[in-house]
């Protein structure tokens, strides 16, 4: 084989973020993690890698840890360990070793189960903690997620940023609308406006019971269904009835087994789903529930946790124009027991080929109260939600009318050796009167081309460019470029005196930090 | 074998960071990349995982990235590119395809260095850009990195946080004496006091020359001597000696192999690197050196670059309580090129076992000329210093006179099934105040234990307690706890009657807001 090389790049669907996508991320993640303090959530950070068992198998769309993950062996070998933490001999009392299955979070909420689940295990197995009295943890957290998504669409990435937040130790649903309002003013802190995007709400509970009480009775089964349903936005309709009978071709031409329901059953589940459409009014969708759930006592328990919900919602005066009810919302995670949450957004943008589209989903969550109980063996409820931030960084871009960009320096242009030490003591004297200061320095020691200057300057986005050579400096005075003004006038004037008049100033070194404050303000 | 458990549990060396360490945290980062920007530095963030050719083999003291390095396969099969980024084919034309070998970054600066090198690397191979006109990139990032150390110290950890900052595409010292002011300026805003800590400076130039002058004159003889050299802390000057010559016995008895230099020669590297022992003043250090180094040329450029840092210095008042030179300074990075630069903290701390330690290192950097070449084919100079984040909350820890903690929200106390809305508005009007707040929602619907939600609050570092029972409210009032006043008194006051006459009041839930408000004030 010839050489091979060594070509500096990333990995697939792996992302360089630079200044201008980490300003907007700043920016929702300050304001997010605000919204999130101020009702009473704590920050946790928690490894980016974890053995692969304690994140259990709850992927998306998967049942498996293996598929969709990033997953490889400890280099370090460990005993296995028994159920009750002690290391797992042979009958020579040999301590049986592994290099244990490690994987990359595929999200924050199986990381939270887990350390939820470490602090309180010990205690949990000496009987000094019961489900009854399960502490009480409301925790926010943010950073990188890894899906291996095998193939890889259009603006989705392998690696992108969550912004979690979750009540742990709670059975009230109340947490869950809250958690639901929560989502609502922590987006339009970020910079939504509101009517662009609405909160849609179910319970697992209620589908759940409706499809047990028409037969769908076996966890499989229902499983099935559920997985179908949570098509419903990509598949539509009919597909979606296809695919609950005899099945159907993709695009492709491709197989997709079907469920084989009786079409009775199937226009029961969609009539059920449909229930809702061209119902406004939260209070309608309930009482159109109440007619179809009949008696199934999990069915009625739902509709009991979406009445409380609502009367909370009804209360603080959160209306229709922010959370709506969707008897379709099923949200793909498995371990979702109850209700449901989504975040639409209602603002269209068009795709490379020009055809309008739906920005859809930025934000999800539910109510998962086995995912802790799969770990410590005892059963804790618990409810949250997490941000696309990545995702929701899109729709700041298009939402808004001039674009995120991150401020440069102010730039001291590099002309003279012997001046390059002024420079250093002019830059630290402008900082210490809070303005940004860069003295260039990139290469040609001893000549620096001013053109290379002043293309640094406009692509970092710099306010302006002070420049000091040998004749200002014997005059004590400086040349200041105002890049912000320059800009403006670009657009308005072609008068190039009047431009260069306006933009480019001559300031007496004493008045410079001064003149640039004010330039800045 | 018998059943294996499922224990919840993290990776040894990696950690959970709970709120109070987030807290200082996000000080560090704060304060720190304030400083970084107003020097000029903008923000880029890199994946977390990468190629591992693309990272090359710069691992602290280790020639080979498969060494201490979290890496694994790429689940996803690739063409094997040739040196030209074509797909490498054989005879018959067939692509070869791998599984390429991926890597958890062990640094920010390899990153750095690919991440350049693939935004020029299309332009240098079309001849659009060359070591002349490399252009100047100044970037700051922090984040999680990743070592796999296999025998893991006591406060070392494999996940831990670097925030860097870095001048890519300069040969100008002036970066480098830059770099150190930075240090300084960025320790004293995260709250480090001046004179408890000292930027250590060093040019490797100067000791590669003097030992190319006296017969180390092979980069295998050099890197050999240079590692021995960089373990004198840990060491001493004694046992250097003997692994400079003979060898030794290490605590353990195991043998360690010595370079079997000539006694005179040890006897001059020894001598050199004590040269400026006892000698007080960058300029007489400078001095010292200038007797030394003799006519050897890289010697002598790297003694003149020293001195256009020390007149930078000077220039703009960074004297020796802020910035010293260390004649015995080595940095173990295999690629640092010229200037290297330590931070050391001068506080002490007691160890686990009563011990007085010195804290040591907290930041380190250095000049590498050489490393973007590897991935770029064109020398591109470049200089930069990492803070180790953890490393440094740890000191803040020790150095503080009070800890830092997290300041919870206000804890409205959940009494009364009929008045949950009630809290949840009142909640919100509160937040509407600008003030933290959160409706205990803990287990046991219908009735929760005060005493639990008192732990709480107190755990979660609440300043207040808001109680309102049905007879409050009836009355139009809530009980206020002053948490925070309450601890201060618990120390100075044994009177029962007037710690709860001051720290629980009767407010008007109309006045709660204000009567809270300077109560946080």
Redesign the interface.
Known sequence: ????????????G??????D???I??RIIEAATRVY????F??????????A??LGKYMPDEDTVDKGV?S?????E?P??????SE?R?KEGKV?MEFAP?A?RYDLTAPL???Y??RL?QDYRRKQVM??????Y??YQYG?V?R?E?KLLPGRFR?FWQLDFD?V????V??DA?ACMILSDALEAIGLQRGTFRVKVNNRKVLKGFLFSIGIDTDDREGAVLRVIDKLDKIGWDDMRLELGPGREDTSGAAIAGLHLDSSIIDRIIGFLKLATGVSGRQNVLAELEKAIGTNELAREGLAELHKMN??WD??GFDEQRIVFDTTLMRGMAYYTGPVFEVESLLKYKDEKGRERNVGSICGGGRYDGLVE???GMKV?ATGASIGVDRLAEVLRMAGEEEIK?E??V?IAYFDDDL??AY??LA?EL?QEG???????????GFR?MK?QMA?ADA?NCPAVILIGGDEAAKGVATVKNLRLGKEMAETTSDKQEWISKVQQEVPLADLAVHVKNMLA
């Open positions: 084989m010839t050489e091979r090389g060594n070509i500096p790049r990333k990995i697939r792996f992302r360089d973020i630079d200044a996508q980490n300003e991320r700043r303090r101020s009702y009473g704590e920050q946790l950070d928690t490894p980016v890698l974890e053995y068992d304690a990033y490889f062996r400890n280099p370090e460990e296995i360990l028994a159920p009750d933490g797992l042979d049986y490690l990359l189960a887990r350390a689940a470490e295990w489900e009854t009295n399960a502490p009480l409301r925790r990188p890894f291996y095998i690696e009540s130790g709670t059975n009230d109340a947490a809250e009367q909370l209360t603080l799969k770990l410590l409820p991150a440069g320096p730039l390059q030490p250093y003591r630290r900082r303005i940004d200061v860069e003295v260039y320095c990139g290469l040609f020691k081309k290379k640094y970092k």
